[in-house]
């Protein structure tokens, strides 16, 4: 890790023990687009704007507010991130690199990253969810460029840790909420998938397709974070129906599967 990274994450957690002192969060989450909302439902929250925290991203899609919410969900201290940053923005695989290090330095323990995805199975539709049990990278990169030393060699098998996902399908059963696992497929973006890329990713095992939450899973594997990650299925992918996608229409087929990924994630915390 660079010098800079490291004097930008002490100053976070500064900023963030001025703000909320004593404040100690088992779990970071990361709300992809149109999850934002859920933030909503952090009881007690302290928000500290990301411009207040050196190193996290500036917002630079629709959709992510670019807010640090520090407070309880279901009696749960937490710490939830509204938006983050992607590859495709910078070019930087470890654009993520200071904000997931941060919410490790103050005492997170797991991280549950959410993004929306399209789907590779005609079954998993728009307004469903998915939870990722593995991923295959597809952009040749990895926030791990220019790390040293041994513990960048990280081993992958398990990334999405076994127990939390049971955790969570039970929590769906509970809801009443059909939770597919799957494979979720990472592309650099930010233009949509080819139907042809659609036809390989299917080939190759894959039942999601998105832009993000890949290097933050293996950035916090990396800090030593337990990891989940649910995709909020938003469309099709590219060729398997007759939708423009677009940004905006990711947004707005997000409401549906966000108001169950959310349910999800309350009733799961309020079991632990």
């Known amino acids: ?9 002490d100053a976070c957690v500064r900023v963030i023990g001025e703000r909320a002192p004593g404040f100690a969060p088992r779990f970071g989450m990361v709300l992809g687009s149109g999850l934002g909302p859920l933030a909503e439902a952090v009881e007690a929250p302290v928000i500290v704007d990301y411009a207040d925290l050196p190193g996290f991203p500036k917002p630079g899609v629709q959709g992510h507010a670019g807010r640090l919410v520090l407070g309880t969900l ?22 993520m690199a200071v904000p997931v290090r941060t919410l490790a330095a103050i005492d997170c323990d797991t991280l549950i990253l ?30 791990l460029f220019g790390e040293e030393g041994n513990s ?5 098998a398990g990334a999405y840790d076994p127990e939390i996902r049971a955790g969570l399908k039970d929590a769906a059963a509970r809801e009443g909420i059909d939770l597919t696992e799957g494979v979720y497929c990472w592309f650099a973006g930010p233009q949509f998938e080819t139907p042809a890329e659609i036809r390989m990713a299917k080939l190759i095992g894959g ?11 293996i950035l916090a594997r990396h800090a030593g974070l337990r990891v989940a990650a649910i995709s909020n299925i938003t469309n099709l992918g590219a060729g398997m129906s007759d939708e423009q ?3 905006e229409h990711t947004q707005q087929q997000a ?9 999800i ?8």
Do not use: C, W
């Not at 960048?152 to 992958?156: G, L, Q, S």
């Not at 039942?207 to 899973?217: I, K, Q, R, Y």
């Open 1 to 9: 890790m660079s010098d800079q990274r490291q004097l930008d994450i």
């Open 74 to 95: 279901a009696g749960v201290p937490v710490a939830v991130m509204q938006g983050r940053a992607h590859y495709y923005e910078h070019g930087d695989a470890a654009v």
């Open 114 to 143: 959410t993004n929306a995805a399209g789907s590779l199975d005609r079954d998993l539709g728009p307004g469903t969810a998915m939870l990722i049990a593995d991923h295959i990278n597809l952009t040749g990169a990895t926030p």
């Open 152 to 156: 960048r060699f990280i081993a992958m």
């Open 207 to 217: 039942t999601a397709v998105g832009m993000s939450t890949v290097p933050e899973v």
């Open 245 to 247: 996608l677009s940004h």
């Open 255 to 263: 409401v549906a599967g966000a108001a169950k990924i959310r349910r």
């Open 265 to 272: 994630l309350e009733t799961y915390l309020a079991t632990l």
